[in-house]
C-alpha cells in the first residue's frame, strides 16, 4: 500500500532545528525518522499518516556511546550494529550487545536504531525490556526544555511511552555501574532472527564472595508490554551462581508473577516455560559477567 500523502520532508542538522520543524505542525502531524524500520511500515499501512517525516539521520549529536567516569550515554539514533560492538558494555550492560546482535537481520540492525525501538516500544522487542533490566534513563527535550525520566517510567504498554508528540529523545544515559555487576539478554523466536515470542534480560550485582546482592529482572514479547519482575527480583538476593535450587526458585517465580498471553506462535503455558529456561541461560551469563 502506498501511504498517504506527505506535503514535507525535513533532515535538520541539529537538535534544534528538528525542534523547530517539529513546532510548525499540530500533535501527531509530523514524524520523526531514526531509522525507519517500523515507522515506515506504519506510514506505508496508513496506520500512521503524517504531513511532515522528519529525518534525524543527519544529527549527529544523536549518534555514538561515549563514558565518564564509567557512566555511559548513548545516543537515540546509535544504530544496533554499532551498539553489537561496543565494548564499553561489557560486563555490566553487557545485554545490550547481546540485544543488538540478534534484533531483526542484517539490514535492521545497520539501519535501526535503539531510540526508535524504545520510542515505537513494539509489543515484541528486544530493546524496551533490556532498558528495564539495565535502570536506563531517557532525557527528552522539548520546547519546555529537559527532562529525565527512567525506564519505568518511560515505558507503557504496547505502543506507548511517555514522550510527549512535541518532545526529542536526546540521550539514553546508565549510571556507572557498582562492581560485580554483570547483565545478559536472550531471545526466543520461530526462526534465529525473528521478533521474540520471549526475551528476558538479567541484571545480578554480587557481593565479594558471589552471592548476588541486587537484581533486575524483565521480559518481553507480553501482550501488554515488558514488565520487570519484581518479586524474582528480591528472590535473587543471596543467590549464588552455584545455588541451582535458588536460582529455579527465583525463576519459578518470575513465570508465576508475569502474565503470559496465549496466540498463534505460543500458548501463555509455553511463554511461561521459555521465561524459566531462557532465564537459567541469561542469569548463568550475567553472574560469570559479573565476576569478570
Known amino acids: ?88 558494555f561489557d560486563g555490566p550492560y553487557q545485554a545490550l550487545r547481546d540485544a543488538a546482535a540478534r534484533v531483526g537481520d542484517r539490514q535492521v540492525r545497520n539501519r535501526g536504531t535503539i531510540g526508535g525501538s524504545l520510542c ?44 510527549e508528540d512535541d518532545e526529542i529523545l536526546v540521550s539514553l544515559n546508565l549510571a556507572a555501574p557498582p562492581a560485580h555487576t554483570g547483565s545478559a539478554y536472550k531471545k526466543w523466536g520461530l526462526v534465529t532472527d525473528a521478533l521474540p515470542v520471549i526475551g528476558v534480560c538479567v541484571k545480578l550485582t554480587t557481593d565479594g564472595a558471589g552471592a548476588c546482592i541486587a537484581a533486575r529482572v524483565a521480559v518481553g514479547g507480553l501482550g501488554d508490554g515488558p514488565r520487570r519482575a519484581t518479586a524474582a527480583e528480591s528472590a535473587f538476593k543471596g543467590v549464588s551462581a552455584g545455588d541451582g535450587d535458588g536460582i529455579t526458585a527465583a525463576l519459578q517465580t518470575a513465570s508465576d508473577e508475569i502474565e503470559t498471553q496465549s496466540d498463534m506462535w505460543a500458548d501463555a503455558d509455553y511463554r511461561k516455560l521459555l521465561i524459566r529456561s531462557l532465564g537459567a541461560e541469561v542469569v548463568a551469563s550475567a553472574f560469570a559477567r559479573a565476576t569478570g
Open 1 to 88: 500500500m502506498y501511504p498517504a500523502a506527505i506535503e514535507e520532508y525535513v533532515r535538520p542538522g541539529t537538535v534544534a532545528e528538528a525542534l523547530a520543524a517539529l513546532g510548525r505542525y499540530d500533535d501527531g502531524d509530523a514524524l520523526m525518522l531514526a531509522g525507519g524500520q517500523s515507522a515506515m511500515q506504519a506510514v506505508k499501512t496508513r496506520l500512521l499518516r503524517p504531513r511532515c517525516i522528519i529525518d534525524l539521520q543527519a544529527v549527529t549529536e544523536l549518534k555514538g556511546v561515549s563514558s565518564d567516569g564509567g557512566a555511559l550515554r548513548i545516543g537515540p539514533i546509535t544504530p544496533y550494529a554499532a551498539l553489537a560492538t561496543e565494548t564499553s
Open 120 to 163: 515505537w516500544n513494539y509489543v515484541a522487542a528486544c530493546m524496551p525490556p533490556v532498558a528495564l533490566a539495565l535502570d536506563m534513563e531517557m532525557v527528552l527535550t522539548g520546547p519546555n526544555g529537559s527532562r529525565t525520566i527512567s525506564a519505568d517510567d518511560f515505558i507503557g504498554g504496547p505502543l506507548e511511552t511517555a514522550r
